[in-house]
């Protein structure tokens, strides 16, 4: 059983940066892609990043220029690096991993950002 957790989230206000860290209990080698996406009340869950094991990143239009995701295979730990953020980056972030046919999912971390 793989398990994700992940931390970082909080209370800040616009335009502030934060980091989120997921740590995997095994490789993340192992995985064929890693992502972040995020729940908003009253909304689906969406992707906000990816990162597949060939390096490919991918982004929501909404984060493209202010979100970075990034990778420590040494650490089984995938950030999702947060800039400029906006009210409407309000959500709980999950980190979610693909490793063979299987999806893995962190519980989530909470972002609240305050205008």
């Known amino acids: 059983q793989v398990q994700l957790l992940e931390s970082g989230g909080g209370l800040v206000q616009a335009g502030a940066s934060l980091r989120l860290s997921c740590v995997a209990s095994r490789s993340i080698s192992s995985f064929n892609s890693m992502g972040w996406y995020r729940q908003a009340p009253g909304k689906q869950r969406e992707l906000v990043a990816s990162?597949?094991?060939?390096?490919?990143?991918d982004y929501a239009d909404a984060v493209k220029g202010r979100f970075t995701i990034s990778r420590d295979n040494a650490k089984n730990t995938v950030y999702l690096e947060m800039n400029r953020l906006k009210p409407e980056d309000t959500a709980v972030y999950y980190c979610?991993?693909?490793?063979?046919?299987?999806?893995?999912w962190g519980q989530g971390t909470q972002v609240t950002v305050s205008s």
């Open positions: 979610s991993g693909s490793r063979m046919t299987t999806w893995y």
């Open positions: 990162i597949n094991s060939g390096g490919r990143i």
